[in-house]
């Protein structure tokens, strides 16, 4: 419970440099609350690995086993429909996917890209911005879901870490 103000203190402190540098345009505060549920997330995988390895050599030794294909099934570097069909389920396993999806969805979704007092372009760019949910398969109608999902990760990832931490405890005192 003491680290959750410490990631809502960071996830703040790098919107407030964000948000203006990158001239964002959805809501700030939602911004900073989809960030902080992705580092909660992030930081329940990194628990996981931190109780079921034997040391901290291993934990990073097999850190990018988890956190490439985060990058890689995100639709951040590769559009979602340009990964193989068959490959393409693994998306679903990761939770930045999740956070990437929460953020596009309050960046471009709705009429975040419309222009005021020019509706012509107004109109291009707010096409332009929902093939750009569309082709990383982003639903609007789903942010609750997203949430959701992530917030089940969170807490399953934690439960369990706790699991291994209790199961190797049995192990070393017996």
């Known amino acids: 419970m003491t680290e959750l103000p410490l990631y809502f203190v960071q996830a703040l402190l790098v919107m407030l ?23 909660i997330v992030a930081s329940s995988y990194a628990f996981l690995m931190g109780a079921l390895v034997t040391d901290v050599k291993q934990a990073q030794e097999l850190s990018p086993v988890i956190f490439v294909p985060q990058l890689l099934f995100s ?26 999806n929460l ?11 419309a222009i005021p007092g020019n509706e012509t372009l107004s109109a291009e760019r707010v096409s332009q911005c929902q093939d750009l949910l569309e082709s990383n398969d982003v639903q609007e109608d789903l ?6 999902i992530m917030l089940a990760i969170f807490l399953g ?15 070393f005192g017996g």
């Not at 942010?143 to 959701?148: A, K, Q, R």
């Open 103 to 113: 953020v596009s969805v309050t960046e471009f979704g709705g009429n975040m890209c």
């Open 17 to 39: 440099i964000v948000y203006w540098l990158e001239h964002l345009n959805g809501n700030f505060m939602v911004l900073v609350l989809e960030l902080f549920v992705l580092m």
């Open 157 to 171: 990832f934690r439960v369990s870490s706790c699991a291994a931490l209790i199961y190797r405890a049995r192990d």
């Open 143 to 148: 942010v609750w879901l997203y949430l959701l």
């Open 75 to 100: 639709g951040f570097f590769i559009r979602i429909e340009q990964i193989p069909a068959w490959l393409s389920w693994c998306q679903y396993l990761c939770a930045l996917k999740y956070g990437i």
